[in-house]
Each structure stands twice: as structure tokens, then as C-alpha cells.
């Protein structure tokens, strides 16, 4: 079994930057690419950013690109969302995902293990 558990929200003002984390505890031999979602109030869960267990590899949202970047410590069994330029529509709780094969994707269905999320509210 892995557990996941995010940190890192809080209230930031648009324009501003936040990094928000995520720890993998158990059987973290079992993990290769993580991912991180967000679900805002009343939508659906939404693909933000993966990256391959090597981390050689990554893959964005369109509405994130250029803005965001994912990174990950597998010696720490940490994986980190650096978001900048942050505006209210990025809104949401942010939910960290392991996948326990290679190439899960954007696809939430597809990936094992989830945290509880972490919230971040970004003010206009």
C-alpha cells in the first residue's frame, strides 16, 4: 500500500507563486509516474501535470503550460507543483496520484493511489 499526503495550500493573491508538495510513504518501490489533479467546487477532477518516474518526462494542461512546473525527489519520496503567475481560476483542491504502471497519463482512472488534497485559493 502507498499513502500520499499533500501540503503546501493556502491563500495567495493572483500574480503570486505557491509550491505545494507531496509525500509517498509505504510501499513507494511500487510507484512510477505521479501526477497532480485539482477538483474545484461544483466541476469535475481535472488533469494538471505528470511526470514520469525518472522524472525525464512531464506533461501539462494547456490551461497550466508555462506557468506550473512538476517536479520529483524520489530519494525524499517527494513530489512538488511549483505554480506561478497564479490567478483565480487555479482555484481548487489539488490532489497528488501515483500511478502503480508506467504511462498512466492524464487519465485520473488510471492512476492507484490518491492523497486527500491540498486547498489553494487564489484571490483577484
Known amino acids: 500500500q502507498v499513502h500520499l499526503l499533500e501540503s503546501g495550500g493556502g491563500l495567495v493573491q493572483a500574480g503570486e507563486s505557491l509550491r505545494i508538495s507531496c509525500v509517498a510513504s509505504?510501499?513507494?518501490?511500487?510507484?512510477?509516474?505521479m501526477g497532480w489533479f485539482r477538483q474545484a467546487p461544483g466541476k469535475e477532477r481535472e488533469f494538471v501535470a505528470t511526470?514520469?518516474?525518472?522524472?525525464?518526462?512531464?506533461e501539462y494542461a494547456d490551461s497550466v503550460k508555462g506557468r506550473f512546473a512538476v517536479s520529483r525527489n524520489n530519494a525524499k519520496n517527494t513530489l512538488y507543483l511549483q505554480m506561478n503567475s497564479l490567478k483565480p481560476e487555479d482555484t481548487a483542491d489539488y490532489l497528488c496520484?501515483?500511478?502503480?504502471?508506467?504511462?498512466?497519463?492524464?487519465?485520473?482512472?488510471?492512476?492507484?493511489?490518491w492523497g486527500q488534497g491540498t486547498q489553494v485559493i487564489v484571490s483577484s
Open positions: 496520484a501515483a500511478g502503480a504502471f508506467p504511462g498512466v497519463g492524464t487519465d485520473p482512472s488510471a492512476y492507484t493511489y
Open positions: 509505504g510501499r513507494t518501490d511500487d510507484i512510477y509516474d
Open positions: 511526470i514520469t518516474r525518472s522524472g525525464g518526462d512531464t
